[in-house]
């Protein structure tokens, strides 16, 4: 992951959506900082698609809301911060206006989840939780492949470790929703 210069100007959150897609990187916005990422790898992928599908399936199910991949969220204004975690879910009764889903979100997640690549550093993982929480949404999930955890964050520090051999709950973000872990890793 990399940023931009200090000397170069601030960006906003307008600047982000109006930047040319190469095709090759994801980007993002940081204290009108713009962040560069590579794609993920192929375990990555997979664990994003198991868990779009549980909570996709949940949520129609339910028509608690939508569940979004790599959507766009705006954060945090002067400066921006423009995050796209790798699923979101957010609520029947907070949807975007048609006319404005196809920009950024203006606000946080109701559900962030966030897959941890090999790159990844703990402390970034914290300051991109912190900004979540911050911002108002009410849960993140922090996935870690290579352990086949999933943490899960909440406002004022509580957080849970949910094991292979345990079942993920969406407490009161997703009432209901439970799924065994080991189905977020099945190959």
């Known amino acids: 992951m990399s940023t931009s210069s200090p000397s170069e100007p601030l960006l906003t959150a307008e600047d982000l959506y109006d930047l040319p897609d190469d095709g090759r990187h994801r980007y993002e916005l940081v204290d009108g ?3 560069v990422s590579e794609p993920p790898g192929m375990t990555h992928g997979g664990i994003t698609v198991n868990f779009a599908m549980l909570l996709g399936t949940f949520v129609r199910q339910h028509r608690l809301g939508r569940v979004y991949g790599e ?3 705006v ?3 002067g400066p921006d911060t423009v995050r796209g975690p790798d699923l979101t879910f957010v ?3 907070r949807l ?3 006319e404005v889903a196809h920009r950024f ?3 946080a997640p109701d559900l962030a989840v966030e897959i941890v690549s090999p790159g990844d550093r703990a402390g970034e993982i914290a300051r991109t939780v912190a900004g979540y929480l911050a911002a108002g949404t009410r849960l993140v999930w922090v996935v870690y492949p ?3 955890t999933v943490v899960a964050h909440r406002p004022g520090g509580t957080t849970r470790v949910f094991g292979e051999d345990g079942t993920l709950d969406g407490g009161d973000v997703l009432p209901g929703f439970a799924a065994p872990v080991a189905e977020v890793f099945t190959e």
């Open 33 to 35: 900082r713009l962040v």
């Open 71 to 73: 959507a766009g969220y």
């Open 75 to 77: 954060l945090r204004r």
């Open 91 to 93: 609520r029947r009764d």
């Open 96 to 98: 975007p206006a048609p």
């Open 105 to 107: 979100y203006e606000g």
């Open 146 to 148: 290579a352990r086949r």
